[in-house]
T-cell receptor, first 114, second 113 residues
């Protein structure tokens, strides 16, 4: 069974640009969530989607957005990039609709903003 | 919201020794507590998890204990090996958080041969 797949793995962007990251969850999983990982702030929750609806949202500015498609694949977008957005962006997929679902992570997308 | 505290931030052991990492959480509604291992350049890998209706769970050299009254849970690794060296994260979720995990700050475990 394939794991969580994220693309691209590495990318470099310039301040002010926008970026779109993609995630394919484990087959059959309908929950997809996104996290930002930085050395200073650790792992921080961005948002979660379930059946194409945003179910939960973290404390990030509106420049960070996401969506989920009918096949459960998800994308997240960051507009007007800032240097502080440089981070590892992790996608995770979950197996069920309730709480306490087992959650698996992808390898992440490394974003560098210059 | 939920807050998870993890200790120690670094842990150094000799091969064959045991390692213990502890976490405390604040939200009594939390009912799911996974542990992840993250190696350099990789995403977090789920190594064991426990739900609130269980006090202890074991998988070979790894065990997790949960004390709901005290709101803390711990990861125990026995007979450590150099390949256990990594960053370990605890997390918690539950209530209305659905797929949202709140993570601890991480523990850098180094196992010396």
């Amino acid at each position: 069974k394939a794991g969580v797949t994220q693309t691209p793995r590495y990318l470099i962007k310039t301040r002010g640009q926008q970026v779109t990251l993609s995630c394919s969850p484990i087959s059959g999983h309908r929950s997809v969530s996104w996290y930002q990982q930085t050395p200073g702030q650790g792992l921080q929750f961005l948002f979660e989607y379930f059946s194409e609806t945003q179910r939960n949202k973290g404390n990030f500015p509106g420049r960070f957005s996401g969506r989920q498609f009918s096949n459960s694949r998800s994308e997240m977008n960051v507009s007007t990039l800032e240097l502080g957005d440089s981070a590892l962006y992790l996608c995770a997929s979950g197996s069920g609709s309730g709480t306490g679902n087992t959650i698996y992570f992808g390898e992440g997308s490394w974003l560098t903003v210059v | 919201g939920e807050n998870v505290e993890q200790h120690p931030s670094t842990l150094s052991v000799q091969e064959g020794d045991s390692a213990v990492i502890k976490c405390t959480y604040s939200d009594s509604a939390s009912n799911y507590f996974p542990w992840y291992k993250q190696e350099l350049g990789k995403g977090p890998q789920l190594i064991i998890d426990i739900r609130s209706n269980v006090g202890e769970k074991k998988d070979q050299r790894i065990a997790v204990t949960l004390n709901k009254t005290a709101k803390h849970f711990s990861l125990h690794i026995t007979e450590t090996q150099p390949e256990d060296s990594a960053v370990y994260f605890c997390a918690a979720s539950g209530g209305t958080s659905y797929g949202k995990l709140t993570f601890g700050q991480g523990t850098i475990l180094t196992v010396h041969p």
